[in-house]
Structures are given as C-alpha cells and as structure tokens.
C-alpha cells in the first residue's frame, strides 16, 4: 500500500520476533526491540537487539536480560547530544563492567558460571544503522538473494571439535566491541540470531526463507521451527527488521515541527508574547532580533525572533531553533541558560536568561593593559563553559569576543549557540549545520584547509582570545582568513606576543602559540592544561629552557667538578685498599 508523504518522511520499521528454548530445558537467549516515536525516534533511533547465555553457566540467563534490558532503556536515557556510537557503546561498556563485578562479587572467577553473554544490537537513525556486536551471534542483511554478514564471530578454535568464546559480556573488566556504521535503503531486510540459528541454517537456506515477508513474526517462527528440525540442539532466536521508509536528508522532527511556528511581527513595549511582556530591544541584527522581557512572575529574559526575510530559509529557521535546544541540555555557569516559558509556544522565538553585563570586546575595549591575573580569570572561565559543550559532543565553532558576556559580577558566560555543532543530531540529519560558522578572525584553520575539526578548535579560538586580550593583536593577523589548503595552514607564521610594547613572559607566550598552532594535533590534549600553563611554566617549556650548568656557567661547573675530585681522592687516601 502507498504511504503519504508525512510517513514517507519518518524513519518506520517492521519487526518480527520469535524466541525458543529448542530441545533445552531452559531458554538462555533474550531479545527485544524499541520503537519509539516523535523527537525521540529522530535524536535517538530504532532498538533491535539480541544476547545468547552461555550454556555451562546457570545464571547466564539474567545476564542475556540484562545486557538487552540495559541498551534499551539506558541507551535512551543518554544525551541527546551524543552519537550512537558514543551513547551505545558506554551504555554497552558499563552494562558488562557491572555483569562481570556482580559474578566477582558472588564469588565466580571462572567465566563458564558467571553473568557472561553475547550481544549483538542494531540502532538505526535517520538513514544510517549502527551496529555493535560481542560474541558470535550474528546479524546480516538480505542481499538479492544472498545473506551479507555484517559481523564476524568472536569465537576461538583450538580443534574441529573444540572452541570457545574468545570475547563475551561479562567476561573482563572492559570489553572490546565491534562497531560498523552501514547505509539504510528502503526495502533492506536485517536478520539478527543466536548460533542455534545460523549455525544450523545455512545462509543460502535462510535467504530463501527470508523472501516471504508477508508476517515477519510467522517468519521468525518459521526460521526458528526449520532449524528445530534440522537437528539444532541450541536455544532457538530470531529477529527480522525491515525498512519501511526513510526520513528526508536533513530532518530532524523535533525541529521541524517548531521551526514551522510562524514569525511574529517585530513587538513593541509592552506586548506580550506568549507569557513574556516585551519591554524594550536589546539588540538587532540582518537576521534576528533581541528583545528584554519579563513574566508575572518578574523573571527576566531575553527573546530573539528571527527577521522576516528568513522566513522561507528553512536551513537558517532550523538553525534558530536548534539554539535553544542545545540550551536546555548544557549546564554549565558560564553558558547561556534557556528561559524557562510561561504558557505554550504559539509563534517562533529563542528565550535564553538575561545576562545584565558587557561583551568581552567592550571588556577589551575598556580594559586595553589587563593584567596577567585577569586575562587568567576570564580564559578560565570560558574554558569550563567550553567543557560542558565538549562533554556533550558539541563544539560552539563561533567563540569570539562579542560572544562572551561579562556580567556584573564578573561571571563570564558563553552566549550565541546558533553555529553550535551537535553530534548527535549531525548524526540523525546530515548537513543541519550548513555553511562554515564562526568569523575568519577566531576561526581554526582547519575549517579552511579541509582538515578534521575537533573540540581543539574551540581551543584554537579560546587561545586566540587570550592572545589578544594580551596583545592587542592576532597571533597571525589576517593570514588565516587566506587559508585554502593544508599547505597554506602549514605557511602560518606565529607572531610572539612578547615585543617591545608587551612584556609577556616567555612562558605565557610558549602556552599561546601550543593552544593556536596551525596543526589541531599540535595543540593541548585538554584545555585544563592550557589553562595550567598560563598559570606556571609549563613541562615543554621548561625541558626547552633547560640549560646544562656546563653551559650556563663554565666556571662553577669546573669549581664544582674540582670539589668532587679532591673529595673522592680524600676519602680513597684515607681508607687506603688492604
């Protein structure tokens, strides 16, 4: 039957599932699949997923519940920020850390009686599915007429009739997964099973049984029922996925769905939008509108609206919205915090916390000889912001000066989350961030030269902000605004901030040239550390300014040599050999 265009859109699956103990007294194997719906079928994804229990131990079992149980409700109480791989594979992680302590603490150390069991998952989002996979069950996908394997059994062989598990949950301490990211296409048919399956079924054999998709749960059943027949002597599981229909590139529901509330007229005091009373304009640009507004409660916030003009830019709106999303998922002192709202959303606007103070450029502009300790405070303060983001597989990709607010208090806070890149929903619509962000000044050169971008551009633009606040300057003036290669991000030449008009130490400046270098992995592996080194000498620097004492001061060196022979040759006349 054909869909409309609003299911057409949506990422819909049809699932099958059949689970048997066989010809043993107790079924091991565990199976289960989650299939969400809104916001958290388009940040999140599909759930399929089956665990095997290992026959020799008696509680095997509960560890197959509990590693399918687990991924599919810890999984989704991630952040939404985070990428699949990111999410699943500590969810998966932690879930085998505690089935291997929970067997220490009862007192097994042999892996064959203890919380130990395979898994083999497959999370699909947007249009890629994600694969993960411990132990030799086994998932493959229907290829023409043939079955493709898409994980590989992690089982040793010591003789034709003897193996064992080589990698299992619960097993060790930490557990290696398999990971494979694959293209979805509608029509693919996925078939996940326990070795009692695959093991007795030949692949030929179950792609023929796979062509009738009428029922997928009589199919599961089906599969399992032939390989009963055929002698399996295993617990029995099988799950048949099929994709129904895929979400349009660049799709995230969520977003889509506010990004189509209507733009209101610019207001004027005393209006009221939705709950917030306008009190006056705070700030304007081309493309939004900032407004101070407060409830009948006497909170305080600031509302921007985008321009008119934007109205039909539906990757610009998407954006917008996207900024007080990102909001309400970070916490942190020092970024910007989503206004909470009195009533229901009737029209598009971004509430964020009004921050009473001044941009770190009139900072600047007012303060043009800051002191060490100040510039320190400041790069501190924003560098923690920076964590929140970081930790949530987010990059701000715009920090610069007018971006940072300084409240009265002297609190710093990171503003402006409309460049913000997050994994997690880059993941489930590819090319929501559109154009490069940030401006050319603060930009890290590898957004130019087609070179991998990390959380060390943040750094990059974090260290060119205390470059600056100390120098006045850029550490390579309008050089990286020409940037178009990796050849031309390897010419950049750094100017030391120490010159005759600024006595920067030498060490502070080593700091700043490691947190700008052209080369993202030639600067700091944290930003805590870049923060260190501004506060004391840093390690590399103080290796590079180690001079020998020869060299130094040849005199003392000679003296001293001098006072250590006489010494040594004191003591051998007195205590003569014999």
């Known amino acids: 039957m054909p869909k409309d265009n609003a299911v ?42 089956l665990a095997d229990g290992i026959s020799s131990s008696p509680v095997s079992r509960q560890a197959a519940e509990t590693a399918v149980g687990s991924l599919m409700t810890d999984y989704y109480a991630t952040p939404d920020a985070w990428t699949v791989k990111n999410a699943a594979s500590r969810v998966i992680q932690a879930t085998s850390s505690w089935l291997h302590a929970q067997s220490r603490h009862a007192g097994t150390s042999d892996m064959n009686q203890g919380l130990v069991c395979t898994l083999s998952a497959l999370i699909l989002k947007g249009r890629d599915g994600h694969i993960f996979h411990v132990g030799d069950s086994r998932i493959c996908r229907l290829a023409g007429e043939s079955l493709e394997p898409l994980t590989q059994p992690h089982r040793v062989t010591l003789s034709p009739e003897q193996s064992y598990l080589g990698r299992a949950m619960g097993a060790q301490p930490e557990v290696e997964i398999d990971y494979r990211k694959v293209a979805l296409r509608v029509g693919d048919v996925f078939l996940l099973t326990t070795d009692g399956i695959h093991e007795t079924l030949s692949d030929r054999h179950l792609a023929r049984l796979l062509a009738d ?96 003009e934007h109205q039909k830019d539906a990757a610009y709106l998407g954006r917008f919205v996207l900024e007080e999303w990102i909001a309400r998922r970070l916490s942190s002192p020092h970024v910007i915090k989503a206004a909470p709202l009195p009533q229901a959303r009737s029209v598009l606007f971004v509430a964020t916390e009004f921050v009473e103070g001044q941009t770190l450029r009139q900072w600047m502009t007012d303060t043009p000889h800051p002191d060490l300790q100040q510039v320190r405070d400041i790069v501190q303060q924003i560098s923690i912001g920076l964590r929140a983001f970081h930790r949530r597989e987010m990059l701000h990709q715009d920090i610069r000066p007018e971006n940072i607010l300084i409240d009265r208090h002297g609190t710093v806070k990171i503003i402006d989350l409309g460049s913000t890149s997050v994994a997690g929903v880059e993941e489930a619509a590819p090319g929501t961030l559109g154009e490069m962000p940030g401006t050319f000044q603060y930009t890290a050169p590898e957004y130019l030269s087609g070179d991998a971008v990390s959380w060390r551009s943040d750094q990059y633009a974090l260290g060119v902000i205390a470059y600056e606040m100390l120098t006045g300057r850029l550490p390579y003036g309008t050089a990286v605004a020409q940037v178009r290669s990796r050849a031309d991000q390897r010419r950049l030449t750094y100017r030391p901030a120490r010159d005759d008009d600024r006595s920067v130490p030498d060490w502070i400046d080593d700091a700043l040239r490691r947190a700008t270098h052209p080369d993202p992995l030639r600067r700091y592996d944290a930003l805590t550390e870049f923060v260190a080194d501004l506060r004391r000498p840093g390690p590399g620097w103080r290796a590079r300014k180690h001079v020998p004492l020869a060299q130094r001061d040849p005199l003392r060196f000679w003296q001293a040599l001098c006072v250590l022979l006489v010494v040594a040759l004191a003591l051998v006349l007195a205590n003569p050999p014999g």
């Open 8 to 49: 057409q859109d949506k990422l819909l699956v049809s699932v099958g599932q059949y689970s048997s103990a066989g010809r043993k007294a107790q079924n091991q194997d565990f199976h289960g699949a989650a299939l969400p719906d809104g916001a958290v079928l388009s940040l999140k994804g599909i759930v399929i997923a």
């Open 213 to 308: 998709r009428t029922d997928l749960d009589a199919l599961a059943r089906r599969i399992a029922d032939e390989a009963l027949d055929r002698g399996s002597d295993d617990n029995l599981t099988v799950q048949v996925l099929r994709i129904d229909s895929l979400p349009a590139a660049g799709q995230v529901e969520l977003m889509a769905q506010t990004a189509q509330l209507p733009i209101p007229p610019l207001p004027k005091a005393g209006d009221v939008i939705d709950g917030f009373r306008i009190l006056r304009p705070l700030h304007q640009t081309a493309r939004s509108h900032v407004f101070l507004a407060g409830t009948e409660g006497g909170a305080m916030a600031a509302l921007k609206i985008p321009s008119t």
